[in-house]
């Protein structure tokens, strides 16, 4: 069976589930949200990867619609963990978005269906946008993040340093959050010049009025170098993998 049969195949049979990533502040280490990352438990192959199945699915258009299952679930359980307490009242769900699904007619309609059927305040939903989508039309881009950004809805630039986007155009995106991409991370302390591009960019934000979260933090000393250079939040290894629904409630009860 072709790959793209067997999506249609998980997609009818709900083959697909969310983890959540917490997402922690470096001030004081409360949680404040969580990235949902996709996973597909195939019958008989086993847990497939997003890496495998996403680019054939954003291929063959199916990304539309597990993205937009992916949205509805994301903000479905947030808004759940929320009510019940379980996270505080301004944590946030981030969801990613390839690049089909942001240039799709109908994102934006879906949006505020999304957030009406679930009933969640706008601002608890950030949209991750890799670098490298943003940069394939950056005209329309503007566009399409300006209209997000009517709604109420945060927006984030995801793995940023590794697409091939100019500070020119940086200034014009309606960016919130800024994601340092874990291949900059990864090798501090022992690289000299991924902690100088690291603080570089993480003051460059700050001057643009955007939060940062370092990606891919396993170990204390990147923290303690991500505080020193007043990087706003972490997502890792070193606080949590991701979680399921019923791991992250015993992550967030643990982390009272
Ligand atoms: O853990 P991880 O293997 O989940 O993620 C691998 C890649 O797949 C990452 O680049 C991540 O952004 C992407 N990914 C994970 N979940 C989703 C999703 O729901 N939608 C999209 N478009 N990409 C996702
Ligand atoms: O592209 P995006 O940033 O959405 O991808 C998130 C990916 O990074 C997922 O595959 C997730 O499982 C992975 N990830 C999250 N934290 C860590 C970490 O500390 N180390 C490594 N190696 N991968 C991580
Ligand atoms: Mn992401
Ligand atoms: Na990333």
Not at 82 to 108: G, M, Y
Not at 134 to 143: H, K
Not at 164 to 179: E, M, N, W
Not at 201 to 216: D, N, R, W, Y
Request: glycine share 4%.
């Amino acid at each position: 069976l072709s790959l793209e049969k067997e999506i249609n195949e998980a997609i009818a049979r709900q083959q697909f589930s969310l983890v959540f990533q917490p997402k922690i502040s470096l001030f004081d280490f409360g949680i404040t949200g969580v990235e949902t990352l996709i996973r597909w438990q195939h019958p008989e192959k086993g847990m497939i990867t997003p890496d495998r199945f996403i680019p054939v699915a954003e291929e063959t258009g199916q990304i539309l619609e597990i993205g937009s299952w992916v949205l509805e679930q994301s903000c479905r359980q947030i808004s759940s963990l929320i009510r019940s307490n379980v996270l505080p009242e301004h944590a946030k769900v981030a969801v990613n978005l390839s690049a089909r699904q942001f240039t799709d007619p109908h994102l934006l309609q879906r949006i505020r269906s999304v957030l009406e059927i679930t009933n969640i305040p706008p601002h608890c939903l950030e949209l991750e946008i890799t670098e490298s989508t943003l940069m394939e039309d950056v005209e329309s881009a503007i566009q399409i993040m300006q209209e997000i950004k009517k709604t109420g809805v945060a927006i984030a630039i995801d793995d940023f340093g590794t697409g091939y986007s100019s500070l020119a155009y940086i200034k014009r995106f309606p960016i919130d959050v800024l994601k340092v991409d874990r291949s900059f991370v990864m090798d501090i302390p022992e690289d000299k010049n991924d902690m100088a591009i690291t603080a570089a960019v993480i003051a460059m934000a700050h001057k643009l009025s955007m939060t940062v979260v370092a990606e891919g933090v396993e170990t204390q000393e990147q923290l303690q170098f991500l505080r020193q250079n007043n990087c706003d939040e972490g997502q890792g290894y070193l606080f949590s993998r991701p979680l399921s629904l019923g791991q992250l409630h015993q992550f967030l009860s643990e982390n009272e």
